[in-house]
C-alpha cells in the first residue's frame, strides 16, 4: 500500500484513523499482547461510521434510541476501545487504553459487555456479534412498529471479520436476516484475506457478496481505505431495505512492516517496526500521544449525537405519562406489578383441577396468561412449535409484512435464536425466550454461554427432557445435558416437577434480570403434585420438603421434574413398610444453593439415607448425596448411566431402573 498516497488523498480523514491505529499499536505494545491488525486495517471504515453515520452520545451510552455498533470481530477489541476513548465515553478514559489487557481493567482483551458503558455485547467468539445483531435489528422492528419511528428508529451496524463469516452461526444469522429483510442491520466485512493460519483461501473459497445475495441482501464491494466509497456504501445501505453487507476490502496492518500477512493478525510488538509505522503515518511517536487538534476533532464527532439525543428526550417527553412509564418499565427490565397476581391465580387454579399435563404445556398455560400482560416478551422456537409449545394465541408473528409481531418462526437455527435472543435483551426493552429439544442444547451452547458470561434475562425452553421423550430414541435423549448447564456459571437450570412448578419457574424466569434461565420440560405427562395452593413460590428456594416422612424419618428422596412423581410413590411403598421418607423437591440447584445453612440443614439433615432420582447421568448430584450432611455410604443415585434408546417411555424407565420399586430397593439395601 501506498500510505503517502493515502495520506496525501485525504489528510483530515488520514489523521483520524491514524490515532485508531497508533493507540492499537501502544496499546497493544504495552500489553505485550493482543491484535494489532484488524483495528489498524478497519481504521478508515470505523471513522468513516463514526463520523458522518453513527448516532451516538458519548455522554449517554444507553441512550435508547442510539444506532448499536457491535464488534463482532472482537479480537479487534482495541478498534473499540480507541473510537470509545476518541469520542470521549466517560468509561474509557486513556488509563485504560494503557491498561489494555490488564486485571481490574475496563480494557478486557476481547469487548465485554457491562466492564465499560457502550460496549454493547461481548464478543470474541467468533460469528457471536454478527448472530447477535439480528436479534438486535429484530428487537428494534418490532419496537419501531409499537412505539413508532419517532420514538424507535435506528440502525444496527457490525463488523466481522473473515472469521466471523466463517463460523456456522453466521449462516444462520445471515439467512434469517434476509428472510425476514432487517433493512436497519448494516455488516462490514473486514475482507483483508487473512486469518491466523494463513491466508484465506487456505481454507476457503466462498463468495461472500453471492452468499449474502442469496440469502436476500443488498451487497457493495468497496476499497475499505476510501473515505468517500465508505461514506457512500454507508449511505446506500441504509437507503435499502434489505439489509446490507458491505465487502471492504483492507490491509491488515495496513502501513506495518507485517501488512497482509498472518503475523499482522497477532501482537506487533516490535519497537522498530512501530516506530517505522508511526514514521510513515505522518503521526506522533510518543506513547499513547494522539495531537492534539485530532482529539479535537474526534471529541467534536463525539459531541454531535448530543442534539439528535436532545430532540429524541422531547419526543419522547410528548408521550402519555402512562407510555413513557411504560417504556422505561420495559427497558428497566421490570417485570410488571401484576405478574405475580397472575401466576398466583394460575397455581390456584392449577393446585384445585390437578390436571395430569406435560410440564411443556404447563409451560404454555402460564405463557398463555403471562404474554399479554408484558409486552416486552418475544417468543420463538427453532421450528419446534407445536412440540415446545412456545406460541400463545396473541402473540401474532414476526414476519416483514407483520413487524408487530411477537413470535419469531427461527428456523432450524438453534444456535441463531440463542444468539439472536442475546441480541434482543442486549438491545434493551424485551424478554426473549425460545424453545427446542433439550438434547439441542449443545447447538445452542456458545451463545447460552455467551448468555451467562453476559448475564443476560433469556429464557430457554427446553422440552422433551430426558428418556421420557421415548421412541425419538438415544440421538434426542438429552443424559448430560443437566450436568453441563448445571456446571455453567451463571445459568438457573429449572426442572419442574408439575404445571405449579412449571409456573413459579416461570416467575422467577420473567423476574430475573442478570441471569440466563434454562426450563427443562417433558414432553410426558406428569401428575400435579403440588395440590395444596401456597401463594409462596417454593420453587425460588430452589428445593423444599413436599412430602415429609411419617415417623421417624430413615430417607430422604431428592428427585426434580418427572421423577419427583417417582419419588412420591417410592415414598408410599416405604411408608407402607413404616420407613419414613421425606420427598425433596430439587427444581433449581442454583437457587437451593443460594439459601442460607439453616434452611439447607432443614431440608437436609444428617442421618437417613439419601437417594437420588433424576433421569439424567449422575454427574453433580454427589454434591447433595454426600456433602451437606450426607454420607457417601448411605446415599444411593437412581437415573441413567449411559445413553437410552428408542423405546416407548415407560418401558425405558423399567428397562433404565428408573421406577419407585427400584427406589425403594435402593434406601431398603442402604438401611441394612
Ligand atoms: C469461535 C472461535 N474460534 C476461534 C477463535 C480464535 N481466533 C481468533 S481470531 C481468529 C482468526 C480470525 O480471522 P479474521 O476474522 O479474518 O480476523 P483477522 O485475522 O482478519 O483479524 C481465530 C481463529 C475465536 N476467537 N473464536
Ligand atoms: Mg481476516
Known amino acids: 500500500m501506498d500510505i503517502a498516497a493515502l495520506r496525501a488523498a485525504h489528510p483530515d480523514h ?343 399435563v406435560a410440564t411443556r404445556k404447563s409451560s404454555e398455560m402460564v405463557l398463555e396468561v403471562v404474554n399479554p400482560i408484558m409486552q416486552e416478551t418475544i417468543g420463538g422456537s427453532a421450528d419446534l412449535t407445536g412440540s415446545n409449545n412456545t406460541l400463545t394465541k396473541d402473540l401474532g408473528t414476526f414476519h416483514p409484512d407483520t413487524r408487530k409481531g411477537r413470535y419469531i418462526y427461527y428456523g432450524i437455527r438453534e444456535h441463531g435464536m440463542a444468539a439472536a435472543m442475546n441480541g434482543m435483551a442486549l438491545h434493551g426493552g424485551a424478554k426473549p425466550y425460545g424453545g427446542t429439544f433439550m438434547c439441542f442444547t449443545d447447538y445452542a451452547r456458545g451463545a447460552m454461554r455467551l448468555s451467562a458470561l453476559m448475564g443476560l434475562p433469556v429464557t430457554y425452553v427446553m422440552t422433551h427432557d430426558s428418556i421420557g421423550l421415548g421412541e425419538d430414541g438415544p440421538t434426542h435423549q438429552p443424559v448430560e445435558h443437566l450436568a453441563m448447564l448445571r456446571a455453567t456459571p451463571n445459568i438457573n437450570v429449572f426442572r419442574p416437577a408439575d404445571t405449579v412448578e412449571t409456573a413459579e419457574a416461570w416467575e422467577l424466569a420473567l423476574t430475573s434480570d442478570k441471569t440466563p434461565n434454562v426450563l427443562a420440560l417433558t414432553r410426558q405427562n406428569v401428575p400435579t403434585l403440588r395440590t395444596e395452593h401456597k401463594t409462596r413460590n417454593l420453587t425460588a428456594q430452589g428445593g423444599y420438603v413436599l412430602a415429609d416422612a411419617e415417623g421417624k424419618r430413615q430417607a430422604i428422596l431428592l428427585a426434580t421434574g418427572s421423577e419427583v412423581s417417582i419419588a412420591m410413590a417410592a415414598r408410599d411403598i416405604l411408608q407402607a413398610e413404616g420407613i419414613g421418607t421425606r420427598v425433596v423437591s430439587m427444581p433449581c440447584w442454583e437457587l437451593f444453593e443460594e439459601q442460607d445453612e439453616a434452611y439447607r440443614k432443614r431440608v437436609l439433615p444428617g442421618g437417613p439415607v439419601r437417594v437420588a432420582i433424576e433421569a439424567g447421568i449422575r454427574f453433580g448430584w454427589d454434591r447433595w448425596l454426600y456433602g451437606e450432611r450426607g454420607k457417601r455410604e448411605k446415599s444411593g443415585f437412581i437415573g441413567m448411566h449411559g445413553f437410552g434408546a428408542s423405546a416407548p417411555a415407560e418401558r425405558l424407565y423399567e428397562e433404565f431402573g428408573i421406577t419407585p420399586q427400584a427406589t425403594a430397593e435402593k434406601v431398603k439395601s442402604l438401611l441394612k
Open 14 to 356: 488520514w489523521k483520524k484513523a491514524t490515532a485508531i491505529r497508533t493507540l492499537t499499536l501502544d496499546a497493544v505494545a504495552a500489553a505485550n499482547s493482543g491484535h494489532s491488525g484488524m483495528p489498524m486495517g478497519m481504521a478508515d471504515v470505523a471513522t468513516v461510521l463514526y463520523e458522518n453515520h453513527l448516532n451516538f452520545d458519548p455522554k449517554a451510552p444507553d441512550w435508547p434510541d442510539r444506532d448499536r455498533f457491535i464488534l463482532s470481530a472482537g479480537h479487534g477489541s482495541m478498534l473499540l476501545y480507541a473510537l470509545m476513548y476518541l469520542t470521549g465515553y466517560e468509561d474509557m478514559p486513556l488509563q485504560q487504553i494503557k491498561d489494555f489487557r490488564q486485571w481490574g481493567a475496563r480494557t478486557a482483551g476481547h469487548p465485554e459487555y457491562g466492564h465499560a458503558r457502550g460496549i454493547e455485547t461481548t464478543t470474541g467468539p467468533l460469528g457471536q456479534g454478527i448472530a447477535n445483531s439480528v436479534g438486535f435489528a429484530i428487537a428494534e422492528e418490532i419496537q419501531r412498529a409499537t412505539w413508532g419511528k419517532k420514538i424507535v428508529d435506528h440502525f444496527t451496524y457490525v463488523i466481522a471479520g473473515d472469521g466471523c463469516l466463517m463460523e456456522g452461526v453466521s449462516q444462520e444469522a445471515i439467512a434469517l436476516a434476509g428472510m425476514q429483510q432487517l433493512g436497519h442491520l448494516i455488516v462490514f466485512w473486514d475482507n483483508n484475506n487473512i486469518t491466523i493460519d494463513g491466508t484465506v483461501d487456505i481454507a476457503d473459497a466462498t463468495n461472500q457478496p453471492m452468499r449474502f445475495e442469496a440469502s436476500g441482501w443488498h451487497v457493495q464491494s468497496i476499497d475499505g481505505h476510501d473515505p468517500k466509497a465508505i461514506d457512500a456504501a454507508i449511505t446506500a445501505a441504509k437507503a435499502d431495505p434489505r439489509p446490507s453487507m458491505i465487502a471492504c476490502k483492507t490491509h491488515i496492518a495496513l502501513g506495518h512492516a507485517a501488512q497482509d500477512t498472518s503475523k499482522g493478525h497477532g501482537a506487533l510488538t516490535n519497537r522498530e517496526q512501530l516506530e517505522a509505522a508511526k514514521a510513515a503515518y505522518g503521526a506522533p511517536m510518543g506513547d499513547f500521544e494522539v495531537a492534539e487538534d485530532v482529539l479535537a476533532a474526534w471529541r467534536a464527532i463525539g459531541a454531535r449525537g448530543a442534539a439528535t439525543r436532545k430532540a429524541w428526550q422531547d419526543r419522547f417527553a410528548a408521550l402519555s405519562a402512562n407510555k413513557q412509564a411504560e417504556f422505561n418499565r420495559i427497558y428497566a427490565g421490570e417485570a410488571p406489578k401484576r405478574l405475580s397476581a397472575t401466576i398466583r391465580a394460575l397455581k390456584k387454579q392449577v393446585s384445585e383441577g390437578a390436571p395430569s
